[in-house]
């Protein structure tokens, strides 16, 4: 089994929360969409000049755009509709919560045939290194990089047609699993994959579902996955920008053919990839 590789900033314990008041200073040019549902995110004006911020225990991005501050959070698909509250940290140590109000949202059904019945149901050997991977992946979902100024408004990380919608709730031979939480796009294998926004690519690995994979960190909780790809063109630490190829499409890992699967993570929560595209 290939073990994935995390950069050497994470290995030297960069997942470490640093200072506060750099988050006070971050200044960006673009927001992404605003859409008040689960798998959605929530941009909410602050009000106040925090240093920082957290919502369901995680910490959450505070940028400043056109002078004032915003909260930009990702909403959880589990998220009940209805009143949510999260909490600020400001400057002279006092503490503001702030709410903000969740729409409910019923995502379809998609139902899959898997040909590999170990991809749907693992057996006890498959499980440790799902387990494995997963603790892995979880870690570098959890990193927090002050060093890089996110960019919300991206491109397209492939040429293709989009297949399968975020949140789709999905049945894999008739059994039910986690909603889908990426956009798939469907692609010739071997057709190159661009970075859909600047970064450092955090991780690179092949995982028992999602095959060949990329993990690219954008700063502030801001986090990228590419899965499934036939190639991976770039090294843990390698610092890109929009329009770099990292890799190409393939049909690695739990697939039905080629294509790759796209998700955006803020908060370290799986929000729809759509709400940060330029069309």
Partial sequence: MEISRFKQVLLAGALITVSHLASAALIVNSLPQSSMVPGGVAIIPTGVDAISGRYKEQRILLANYNEDQYAIIGIPLNAHSGSHQFALELADGQRKLLQFSVEDKVYVEQHITITNERQVNPNSEDMIRITQESSEMNRAFSSWDEDLTPVF??????????????GLRRYFNGQPRNPHSGMDIAADEGTPIYAPAPGIILTTGNYFFNGNTIILDHGHGLISLYCHMNTIEVEPGTRVDSGTQIGKVGQTGRV???HLHWSVNLNNTRVDPSLFLLD
Avoid at 153 to 166: D, E, L, W
């Fill in 153 to 166: 408004t991206m491109q397209v990380p492939v040429k293709g047609v989009r297949s399968s919608s975020f």
């Fill in 256 to 258: 039905t053919g080629p």
